[in-house]
């Protein structure tokens, strides 16, 4: 029996064959999906001369398990140099391309050393008058 202030982690262990399970579903329709895009590109070839290539379509299922982000930000910054930025934010649940956020985060970066030079500028003008 599960206790309701249960941690990610410990539903995550008690569910493991739940999950299993879930995978098996997942690549049974995986393969419907892609067999019914396949046929709907050959329709469209046919009726409408339009190429499409179902291999190009990738399907991504989204379990709703509870993560335990807190457990692993604390991982995270005590593995410190040891992992890069990148991959420690491909850890986080809620951070779905980390490749993207590294740039959001260099140019926010950017930003603010541009602004804080701008600041630093117009100290140094009015000191001088």
């Known amino acids: 029996r599960l206790q309701s202030n249960l941690s990610g982690l410990a539903l995550r262990s008690r569910l ?3 999950e299993e399970k879930c995978k098996l579903n997942q690549k049974a329709l995986t393969n419907c999906i892609k067999t019914r895009l396949k046929v709907l590109f ?3 070839k ?6 499409y290539d179902y291999r ?6 989204t379990p709703n398990i509870p993560q335990d982000d807190l457990l692993m ?9 040891k992992l890069s930025t990148e ?20 140019l926010e970066q950017e ?14 003008v009015d000191i001088d008058e």
């Open 73 to 81: 930000a604390q991982i995270i910054s005590q593995l410190g140099d």
């Open 56 to 61: 190009d379509i990738k399907i991504k299922f």
């Open 111 to 124: 930003d603010i050393f541009e602004g804080s030079r701008l600041l630093n500028n117009d100290e140094e």
């Open 16 to 18: 493991i064959s739940l």
């Open 87 to 106: 991959t420690g934010l491909s850890q986080l649940s809620f951070i779905e391309n980390s490749k993207n956020e590294m740039a959001k985060i260099k």
């Open 42 to 44: 050959i329709y469209l």
């Open 46 to 51: 046919i009726m409408f001369n339009k190429n």
